[in-house]
């Protein structure tokens, strides 16, 4: 799996959107970009995933670069329940997700 | 559709005793992952089970172990409990089909 690179923590205002950056330089053409959530002391939350193409869910829209090095995700409108540490992953089939450290993200009234 | 479930949510052990946890798959899932989350880090997986076998391993050591039923719902069970062994432990479950993994709310057990 290919290793992505987080910042350790963001703060966002509410409201506003929150865009978080991931690296992934080493991503495999195979390997898909999963975004998950975990909100303090819950199981992860499938949030999103992608490709090539950007996506949008109801959650968040997922802009992917064209080279696939990095990604980001946007959390539209922000809300205090958005804050959670939130983890980027390269991703290959029904295999093991290996996460790291993710980002906290807090969002302030 | 039913969410993936676990039981216990909180459990105490303490040292060189041995504890299982259970998973109850989500609906139409025959695929579950087990993880172990430390305090302040990231999951890190122990193993998956596909059809009642062990279908992957992380670095975990025997003492880690690990069944799945013909309903899919599966266990995980250690033995010889150790203090690192405190950890939020969740278990994720997927169709072979598809690569998203759905997450339970965990078993958080603590070895004293």
Redesign the interface.
């Known amino acids: 799996d290919a290793k992505t690179t987080q910042p350790p923590s963001m703060d966002c205002a509410e409201g506003r959107a929150a865009n978080l950056p991931c690296n992934h330089s080493t991503i495999s053409g195979n390997e898909?970009v999963?975004w998950?959530r975990q909100i303090h002391?819950?199981?992860?939350?499938?949030i999103i995933?992608g490709l090539k193409n950007n996506e949008t869910n109801e959650m968040a829209s997922l802009i992917i670069t064209e080279d696939r090095k990095s990604s980001t995700l946007i959390l539209p409108h922000a809300t205090l329940r958005d804050t959670a540490v939130y983890?980027c992953i390269a991703?290959?089939?029904?295999?093991?997700?290996?996460?790291?450290?993710?980002t906290r993200l807090t969002i302030i009234p | 559709e039913t969410g993936?479930t676990q039981s216990p949510t909180h459990l105490i052990k303490t040292r060189g005793q041995q504890v299982t946890l259970r998973c109850s798959s989500q609906s139409g899932h025959n695929?579950v992952?087990w993880?172990q989350q430390a305090l302040g880090?990231?999951?890190?997986?122990i193993f998956?089970y596909?059809r009642e076998e062990e279908n992957?391993r992380?670095n975990f050591p025997p003492r880690f172990s690990g069944l799945q039923f013909p309903n899919y719902s599966s266990e995980l069970n250690v033995n010889a409990l150790e203090l690192d062994d405190s950890a939020?432990y969740?278990c994720?479950s997927?169709?072979?089909t598809?690569?998203?993994?759905?997450?339970?709310?965990?078993t958080?057990l603590l070895v004293l």
């Open positions: 898909y999963y998950y002391s819950q199981g992860p939350q499938y995933h983890y991703y290959f089939g029904n295999e093991k997700l290996t996460f790291g450290t993710g | 993936v695929t992952s993880y880090q990231g999951p890190q997986f998956q596909y992957g992380g939020l969740l994720a997927s169709l072979p598809q690569e998203t993994q759905y997450f339970g709310p965990g958080r």
